[in-house]
């Protein structure tokens, strides 16, 4: 399995945030209302993931006090990673084309909540990619000494 590309994540969060933008021109009024819910959501998602990136660097360069990781359970949290990285950001962009379509009409009630609420969902979001990118770089196993360039 290969690294999680940057540039692809920003890639689907730029497209899912224009096709967002796009659909909601002619449907916006139609909508309910952005849920709270996202954002403690993914945020715990967020945590939850950098915590086991955390624990999982511990555990695989053998520190003190933790015992060593199994390489399945590793390449399931390396899978787990990169299914939250294009996950988180295609939801990134999604609430990014909400965020966008509801900045000009931020006078009146109903938009400006939902701009706050997308906004905050967006930030957790890209948290979570954040998170899981950090956790797909705990899983990357440590070049011995010897598979090291000689100077």
Do not use: N
């Not at 399995?1 to 940057?6: A, L, N, V, Y």
């Not at 915590?51 to 390396?78: D, N």
Request: positive net charge; proline residues 9%; glycine residues 8%.
């Amino acid at each position: 399995m290969k690294p999680s590309r940057p540039g692809v994540l920003v890639l689907l969060l730029v497209a899912f945030a224009a096709g967002t933008w796009i659909v909601l021109q002619g449907v916006y009024s139609d909508l309910p209302a952005v849920p709270w819910t996202a954002i403690p959501t993914v945020a715990l998602l967020a945590l939850g993931e950098a915590y086991s990136g955390w624990m999982t660097r511990a555990r695989i360069q053998r520190r003190p006090g933790t015992t060593p990781v199994e390489p399945l359970a590793v390449a399931r949290l390396a899978a787990l990673a990169k299914a939250s990285a294009y996950v988180g950001a295609i939801f990134a962009g999604v609430f990014a084309g909400f965020v966008l379509h509801v900045v000009p009409l931020i006078d009146r009630e109903a938009p400006r909540r939902d701009f706050f609420l997308a906004g905050g969902s967006l930030v957790a979001c890209v948290a979570l990619v954040c998170a899981a990118l950090y956790l797909e770089h705990s899983c990357r196993v440590p070049k011995k000494p010897e598979d090291e360039p000689r100077p």
